[in-house]
């Protein structure tokens, strides 16, 4: 590896993942892992294996599909998360990585472990060594390592070293560092440990942003000697967040004359569709004035700048939108395009999808097609998205009909239909009727009295996908069942109450299959 290559480690599907309400399906997570590998990041992490069989799943079949790429699965430093996250990775062979974690700061180690520094010592080494039996290539995390005595980290990360770790990871896990004091914690460890300096171990950064110095950390860290970053596309993750990949990589790659000489191999092309991809994968949208990514980044309204840009493009903008892939020309389909023409212009987009998925979005885009003059791309990858969020569907939308205004009490009447089941051998057919606050609320009474099911509706979203006024719309809601985790739901349709009315049966209907029956416990970072 070149001395100054930047390496891209992308946490999307695990820390990305953490972040409330973001969980995302084994086929929308290996949508996004396709799209990872088309940005050519160096690492993809999958998912925290050992948490549940569902993280086992998708890491492992990331495994066994993406090549390029690193894959990594996390784990504790107890011995069946190693063993979970070796058996998930193994198919990668040589491209697999275990990614071991224990907290070093002393706030860690006396009220969440209950150990003295020689029992984390002992913990890290255990658990690299374990893990080096099942791969060559471990990487170890002092999580809370921005608050951990320097010395006692240096100690940490030449034990770690010493046992076989290839690369060590600094997390700044709570988003407490400042990019002056971060970047002389790298350097101190670059200056300490011999095989960072020799290259033999490589620094890595994992930086979270409370304090919105996510990127500006990780940069200062590379400055200083690291040569990995950690980092989720559109920056989501635990709580506020981690770095942004796209902000670190166009930082380094737009400001090439302060970060000289560094490299990184990442296909910048590729970041506005893996933005839009994971933006609606996670069902968690942009916001519109967010660097790179954001509807706003490259938009110019005021008089002055847009007469400035017409003149000379760099009067008002430090990179080209092209560069990252915004504007690239489309032709959008319409209600005539043909089966094969559909198919081709999702396989242009990047989509993989086998020929029944096929089927089943060619006779969404039909009915769309029949209620809109063109179909646009945003408008597929809405499409594709319903046939990804397809969960066992316990319950289908059969007929929806709303009376609303603004002298009605607004009413709906739905009717659902599930099908037979080894028990019930007969499919059944519900009808009901709802009042509420407003149409949505009136038909979201309704499903909830009709499946026995009580969600109290914490976020909605509404955005329209594509141009024009007779642009698909698409709901994306966050609900909790009474047990306290969030269930996502989507749903798209011309007609916005039936789009909110899909997502929340969507979610309904996760909520069925997933939730009710096996809770996925939150990551824990204790040890037993
Ligand atoms: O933020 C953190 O400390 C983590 C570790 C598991 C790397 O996500
Ligand atoms: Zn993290």
């Not at 600094?170 to 400042?178: K, R, Y």
């Not at 990019?179 to 890595?204: M, T, Y």
């Amino acid at each position: 590896m070149k001395k100054n290559r930047i390496l891209i480690f992308d946490t999307t599907l695990r820390d990305g993942e953490q972040c409330p309400g973001a969980s995302m399906t084994l086929r929308e997570k290996l949508e996004v892992a396709r799209q990872l590998a088309r940005l050519k990041v160096d690492v993809i992490e999958g998912g925290f294996p050992v948490i549940s069989e569902g993280d086992f799943t998708a890491v492992n079949t990331i495994a066994r599909e993406i090549t390029g790429s690193t894959i990594a699965g996390l784990a504790r430093c107890v011995p069946r998360d190693i063993e979970a996250a070796g058996k998930a990775v193994a198919p990668a062979g040589k491209r697999g990585r275990i990614h071991v974690f224990l907290a070093t700061s002393k706030l860690h180690r006396e009220f969440k472990l209950g150990k003295a520094q020689s029992q984390i010592i002992k913990l890290a080494v255990d658990g690299v060594t374990r893990a080096r039996k099942l791969v060559a290539d471990v990487e170890f995390s002092p999580e809370d390592a921005s608050r951990t005595e320097p010395d006692f980290l240096v100690e940490v990360c030449q034990a770690a070293v010493d046992a076989g770790a290839t690369t060590v990871n600094i997390p700044d896990t709570v988003g407490w560092a400042v990019p002056g004091q971060f970047g002389e914690l790298i350097g101190h460890l670059h200056g300490s440990v011999p095989e960072f300096r020799s290259g033999k171990a490589v620094i890595s950064v994992h930086c979270h942003n409370d304090l919105g110095l996510a990127v500006a950390n990780s940069l200062a860290a590379v400055e200083a000697g690291a040569r990995q970053v950690e980092c989720t596309v559109n920056g989501i993750g635990e709580r506020a967040g981690n770095a942004a990949l796209e902000e670190v990589v166009m930082a380094l790659k737009t400001r090439g004359d302060v970060y000289t000489g560094y490299t990184c191999g990442v296909k910048a092309k590729q970041i506005v569709k893996a933005s839009k991809l994971v933006a609606r994968m996670s069902g968690l949208p942009v916001q519109r004035s967010k660097a790179i990514v954001g509807e706003n980044a490259f938009a110019h309204s005021s008089g002055i700048h847009q007469d400035g840009i017409i003149k000379k493009r760099e009067t008002y903008e430090i990179m080209d939108p092209e560069d990252v892939g915004w504007g690239q020309t489309e032709l959008p389909l319409t209600k005539h395009s043909g089966r094969a023409a559909m198919a081709m212009r999702l396989r242009h987009l990047g989509f993989k999808l086998t020929d029944d998925e096929i089927t089943s979005v060619f006779s969404r885009f039909k009915e769309i097609g029949d209620k809109k003059k063109f179909v646009y791309d945003d408008d597929l990858g809405a499409l594709v998205d319903g046939q990804m969020t397809k969960v066992p569907e316990t319950w289908v939308m059969e007929y929806l009909n709303v009376t609303s205004g603004n002298h009605t009490v607004p009413t709906a009447t739905v009717r659902l239909c599930k099908a037979a089941t080894g028990r019930s051998r007969k499919e059944t057919v519900l009808e009901d009727a709802g009042v509420g606050d407003g149409p949505v609320d009136a038909s979201l009474k309704a499903i909830d009295r009709l499946t026995e099911t009580s969600g109290r509706l914490k976020d909605y979203a509404i955005r329209a996908v594509s141009q024009g006024k007779d642009a698909l719309g698409e709901v994306s809601v966050k609900v909790d069942f009474g047990d306290g985790d969030l269930v996502t739901g989507k749903g798209a349709s011309t007609d916005i109450i039936e789009a909110s009315a899909k997502a929340y049966l969507n979610a309904v209907n996760r909520y069925l299959n997933n939730g009710r029956r096996k809770k996925k416990p939150r990551k824990t970072n204790g040890q037993p």
